[in-house]
């Protein structure tokens, strides 16, 4: 069974976060959410999570792929905590995948794994940080090699659904958006 990090920072974006634990979790990938520290999460719209644990409990864990909701401040927290930048940079040596939405790429950045590939963020959050090495694409999912990276909330179902076809294929994602009742 795939395995993904889901983290979770004060003041991320739930509509993020809860559309990526829930189509992951619909697709039978076990999901693990967790708290840069102990307790609930409080997002950036006042909605409370309550991570299954703190990443300090899962650091030396394996995943298949590490997903980073957005938000402000949350993306700005993720940003500056080395444990997310040290795992990110692991999981990549090890040919995993990570993800990121809204302004979390720029945590992706920082970490140094969109050098030399094509990415997307909320509008401003990429291309204001002048990587000469990163291509900043306006679409809704970019996807370069094992780096996958959205736009905001309105993207994050889409988001969600490519992740499980990266993870447990085709059909499985066919199988939950049919589930989801979108639009065609």
Known sequence: ?????????????????????DLLR??????VTAGLS???VTCSRGVVLVPDT???AVLDENFDMIVLPGGL????????DERIRRLL????????????????????ASAGLLQGKQATSYPGVIDAMQLPDTRYVDQPVVIDGKVITSRGPGTAMDFALELIEKLVGTQRRQTVEAALVRPG
């Open 1 to 21: 069974m795939a395995r993904v990090l889901v983290p979770l920072a004060q003041g991320c974006e739930e509509l993020e976060a809860v559309s990526i634990i």
């Open 26 to 31: 619909r697709a039978e990938v076990e999901v």
């Open 38 to 40: 102990e307790g609930p």
């Open 54 to 56: 703190s990443l300090d």
């Open 73 to 80: 401040p949350g993306a700005d927290h993720l940003d500056k």
């Open 89 to 108: 940079r692991r999981m990549a040596e090890q040919g995993k995948y990570a993800a990121a939405i809204c302004a979390a790429p720029k945590v992706l």
